[in-house]
């Protein structure tokens, strides 16, 4: 598994359009191998974290989607977000 973590500052005045915009993400199709998405905030840093099944279903993800599932949600709120991809070594589940 890995955890996929984009990530801006989003004002709070704009916070309003991205979670519209992660609304939509939500309800629509999701990409084959996303096991769960998280949309985290402190204060006006935004996260939104993915876990997928592989670095393959990930990156097939980008092929299919022409960018980032997560990024459209920053570009909603007119942000241009950094990203990261970090390999899950270890979990605790409830």
Known sequence: MILSMAHAEIPEARHGELLGSWSDLVVGDRPPGLVAAYMVSDGDNLKVAAIWESLEAHEQALDDEQTHPAFNVFEAAGA???????????????
């Open 80 to 94: 241009d977000p950094s990203h990261a991809v970090m390999r899950v070594i270890g979990s605790l589940h409830g």
